[in-house]
């Protein structure tokens, strides 16, 4: 039996005894008073009346028993309200961390089959390298290391396509290149980006309390390759909007390599938070061109 149930009985008996003997006054009072002061004579039991009025100082004493009960049951209720509060807080608390726990559960899951799913298409991305008779398909990672080193700086893709417009007066980064990359192999790769701009949008919307942590697990499964085409990808007009801003919040550059080739103004144009607290390569050379800059 709890501490409280304990209380409430001990408070129940209190009363019922405390009634006990108010009744048991109450009707034994007639009786001791007759027992005392009945007069044995004719002359005192004419004054009868007058001793009838002594019940008034009984009656003012129950008065008072009364009262003093009204109080005593107030307080005791008041108490019983104040451990029920208690015990209805307790419960919500422990309501609330219940909810949390299957919120976060329910989030868990669902974060990861989407890096199931992440790793599934991952895996399904197909290239082929090589010419000629030396040509073969490759898959997976090994596809987009050929993706980002071959087909993209090596600028392979340019034979896919009849024409890119050129302004040879104006600034071109890989950026804008990487458009033209990006129509010759949209259907190996968009899918791919999306899933991973999916994740991380997930992540940001939801509730739960570490979103960092997860973010961290995502972008640890990414490979350099994967992370050099992710730098252009969301520079380009295709991740520029939505996808940057996720990649900058979540530190996704902290551990990208020394990009070939790359310009600059390309590393300007995000956020010096996406490259973390640890990309020194890129942290240095980022307050380096932002002081020339000013």
Known sequence: MSSENKKSLISNI??????????????LYPLWME?????????????LGTLGDSFGALNTLFSGFAFAGIIVSIYLQSNELKETRKEIKAQ?????????????????????QLLSLYNEILNSISV?????????KIFGRDAIQDLYANKFLE????????????????????????????????????HYFRNIYQILKF?????????????????????????????????????????KPLVEKYEFFEHLPPLTDMDGREILMYKKEA?????????????ELQFETE
């Open 92 to 112: 919500g608390d422990q309501f609330e961390l219940q909810t949390r726990a299957l919120n976060k559960q329910n989030f868990e899951n669902t974060f990861f």
């Open 203 to 243: 992540v940001d919307e939801s509730d739960v309390a570490d979103k960092k942590f997860y973010t961290n697990l995502l972008r640890a499964q990414l490979s350099s390759s994967e992370l050099s085409l992710l730098f252009y990808n969301c520079l380009s007009e295709v991740g520029f909007e939505k996808f």
């Open 275 to 287: 490259f973390g607290k640890t990309n020194h390569n890129y942290l240095s050379e980022f307050g």
């Open 14 to 27: 209190w009363i019922l005894m405390l009634g006990v003997l108010i009744l048991a006054v109450w009707s």
């Open 155 to 190: 600028k392979e893709y340019i034979h896919f396509l009849e024409r890119i417009a050129r302004n040879d007066d104006a600034f071109v980064g890989k950026h804008v290149e990487y458009m033209g990359f990006h129509r010759c192999y949209e259907q190996s790769i968009g």
């Open 128 to 136: 082929y390298k090589g010419h000629r008779e030396n040509r073969e």
């Open 35 to 47: 027992h005392i002061f009945t007069p044995k004579n004719t002359e005192m039991q004419s004054n």
